[in-house]
């Protein structure tokens, strides 16, 4: 009988210790609730602790870096191309706003790229930050005018590599004409990196119009050395000034545009030329008319051909003194004979020459003998 009890009583024995616990548990939970609430705030606390004393060192630290008066300040440096200037403003000791003012010379899409700068120098308030990758000579103009702005020092950046022109500068000479022919004409120059081709229209003796076909530079310089256009047409010639900062492409288009003006170009003695031609044509036109026709033969008028006798007395010298001796004032007309006349001359197969056309009379050489 009583092994039969023990092990009826044995479970309840071994649920005892499980009981007092539990029950000792329920009887403490009232008491360790509010403490437990308690911890997180206390956690709370001390964590906060010190991030607030570190944001405090910050701004004394920041403070002591920047130590600027308020204000709005303006400052540049050299960038890529050129110089970058920014805007920078100060309130409180801190830098609150920054903007970039102009950067003319600086590739767009590198720019673009450098304005995180901004950004980071607000959240870092400092200029002393990294350049943005694949832009760096453009970040550098940025960093320095911020720091140009602040400071008033002269921040000189290095210059990036320069690249070559592909031929030397030529400026081609150019002489206005007294007219031009209207037309379109085209003509290339070498600019910076290869040539420039351009199309210059003329009507009415003016430069009406100048387009770009073609070019190899940069668009960036192009677009620079596209503002002689206007100077050219305004005042009709293509004698003016390069751009500065692009000043092969703008000479290339220059260029250009005096090669094509050449052909369009007329010159004073060229103007007369056609009436020249005409002239010669009107003059070929009547000769045909002037001479013989093929089937004609052309008639001439005979030619007479008087020969001179030889010089010969015809009296003696004997017989000239006795006759002056005896006849002192009548001496003889001549004592030379007349020239033979053309009738003795010419066969008597051909007949005599009119007396107009010889000029001689027959009864002369009649007379002397």
Sequence with gaps: MNKKRCHTLLPLVQLFPTVAVA???????????????????????????????????????????????????????????????????????????????????????????AKRLLTTVVETQSWEVDAVSEATYTSRGILGAVQNALTGEVVNNPLPPQPKPAATLVVEE??????????????????????????????????????????????????????????????????????????????GILNAVKLALAKAAVAPAEKTAPEQTASEETAEGTAPSEAAEPGETPVTAPTVEVVQPEEKSAVPVWLKEV???????????????????????????????????????????????
């Design 23 to 113: 029950a000792a548990v329920l009887f403490a939970l009232p008491r360790t609730v509010p403490v437990l609430a308690a911890v997180p705030e206390k956690l709370t606390t001390v964590v906060e602790q010190p991030v607030e004393a570190a944001s405090s060192e910050a701004e004394e630290e920041t403070l002591s870096k920047l130590p600027y008066a308020d204000g709005v300040y303006v400052g540049s440096s050299r960038g890529y191309g050129g110089a970058v200037r920014v805007q920078v403003t100060m309130e409180n000791g801190s830098i609150t706003e920054m903007e970039i003012l102009d950067a003319p010379h600086e590739t767009k899409q590198f720019l673009r790229r």
């Design 174 to 251: 150019f002489t206005a004409p007294s007219i031009y022919l209207d037309g379109i004409y085209t003509a290339e120059a070498m600019g910076f990196e290869g040539q420039i081709t351009v199309q210059v229209t003329v009507a009415e003796d003016k430069i009406t119009d100048i387009t770009i076909l073609s070019a190899e530079d940069e668009e960036e310089y192009l677009s620079r050395a596209k503002q002689v256009i206007p100077a050219i047409l305004e005042g009709q010639s293509p004698n003016v000034d390069t751009v500065s900062g692009a000043t092969y492409s703008s000479t």
């Design 323 to 369: 006759w002056q001796q005896l006849f002192p004032a009548d001496a003889p007309a001549s004592s030379e004979p007349e020239p033979a006349s053309s009738e003795e001359v010419l066969p008597t197969s051909e007949p005599a020459l009119p007396p107009e056309e010889t000029g001689i009379e027959s009864e002369t050489e009649g007379a002397a003998e």
